[in-house]
């Protein structure tokens, strides 16, 4: 039996729309704030008075049975159209949101210590944020889309652009907030959907604080990188893209084998991290200056993350950052067109020695990350047959 009233009026979900994105067009539509949503379609704890003053982050990524038939029930929309607003279902064919992948405890532990999943800030394009042309988008602006929170994805194909991840007002992460809360302000009705939440650092006897509020829909001037950098990236992003889409192929080679998408996406990952721990053992695959010169400013900057971490106390996380994907969207590019390259060996003798370099290199530099990298439970099987330690020793004389 459910008590909840529909709300007078709804909208239908855009195109690979975000939950949070969709809550900010529909406020905006019935003139009211996120916090009123919230609570009229059941994702504000019940029985407490007032406006929630935070969403959880998990309901980014899935809604329990309860809360999926209520809002559902009023926003007119289907379980299934709610489903598509969030991000478990992209774990199908996403391996660091599939949990034979990225193994948790809870499914509601999928998105914490996971940095393959953006849930504090997004990337996005300001021109698919700003709206189509379609008369709705025009009003509330456009989506605000999951694929954007999937750190694969780096570039907008269709405007042909690097993603942006900054707001160019206030320099902060598109759509972060403080505390953790999948929509900041949630009492603020003044914002449109598109305008930056952020509430800067509070000046002391400057109130009330206000937000930042700068147009997300307007491009940062920074000029693209060079053309043939950008073909590479393109290149790259499309094939991502494709073995994303629901419709796209069941399988993908890696390592010299086909194996299910979700597997590939788990390989890239850990891939990734071979690859900036080992660097630049794999630098000859980079396929221009450009991508070079990204990850080399990369390295650095992780190996200053890693410095303090050195000397600390306890268990070592010296290696956490050389496994998280850039926050760069040029870097990133960079990276997943070298990872791609290692994971597309024709056979699995191939792919054994392309990665060789690397997988010696990360043993002799890191071997905590290097048994962890390697575990049944993250990494498909033929990654695995092409990183274990010793081959059969007919094998080996054969390479
Ligand atoms: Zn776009
Ligand atoms: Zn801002």
Redesign the pocket.
């Known amino acids: 039996m459910n008590h909840k009233r529909p709300l007078p009026r709804s909208l239908d979900p855009l195109a690979d729309e975000t939950l949070t994105g969709f809550v900010l067009r529909l406020a905006h539509r019935l003139g009211t704030t996120p916090g009123e949503i919230a609570v009229r379609t059941g994702l504000a704890p019940q029985g407490r008075p007032g406006l929630p003053t935070r969403l959880p982050l998990g309901f980014l990524h899935h809604l329990s049975g309860g809360h999926l038939t209520d809002f559902a029930h009023t926003t007119h929309l289907t379980p299934g159209e709610v489903e598509g607003l969030l991000l478990a279902p992209l774990g199908k064919r996403y391996g660091p949101l599939n949990s034979a992948l990225t193994p948790r405890s809870t499914p509601g532990r999928m998105i914490y210590d996971n940095p393959w999943i953006l849930t504090r800030s997004t990337r996005y394009c300001p021109l698919c944020l700003a709206g189509d042309g379609d008369s709705i988008q025009a009003l509330h602006g456009g989506a605000w889309k999951r694929i954007w929170r999937l750190p694969v994805a780096f570039l907008c194909l269709r405007h042909r652009r690097l993603l942006q991840r900054e ?1 160019p ?2 320099k ?1 992460p598109a759509q972060s907030v403080r505390t953790a809360s999948a929509i900041a302000r949630l009492t603020d009705d003044t914002l449109h959907p598109t305008q ?1 939440r ?1 509430t800067p650092r509070p000046v002391p006897l400057q109130q009330p604080e206000t937000a ?1 509020a ?1 147009d997300l829909t307007r491009p940062d001037p920074h000029p693209a990188p060079d053309t043939a950098t950008m073909s590479v990236l393109l290149r790259v992003q499309q094939q991502l893209m494709d073995l994303l889409t629901a419709s796209g192929p069941p399988t993908a080679m890696s390592a010299g084998s086909p194996v299910p998408v979700a597997h590939y996406f788990a390989d890239l990952r850990a891939t990734v991290a071979m690859i900036f721990r080992t660097w630049p053992a794999a630098s000859e695959y980079a396929s221009t200056p450009r991508l070079t010169a990204a990850l080399d400013a990369e390295y650095t900057s992780r190996v200053a993350q890693a410095e303090p971490l050195i000397n600390t106390s306890g268990k070592k996380k010296t290696s956490k950052p050389y496994a998280a994907p850039p926050m760069d969207s040029l870097a990133t590019g960079a990276v997943l067109d070298i990872a791609s390259q290692l994971l597309q060996a024709p056979d699995p003798h191939e792919a054994r020695q392309r990665l060789a370099p690397l997988v010696q290199h990360l043993r002799d530099a890191d071997r905590a990350l290097s048994t962890y990298l390697r575990r049944p439970a993250w990494i498909s099987q033929p990654l695995r047959a092409a990183v274990k330690d010793n081959w059969p020793a007919g094998e080996e004389l054969a390479a």
């Open positions: 707001c007002g206030c902060t930056c952020f930042c700068a």
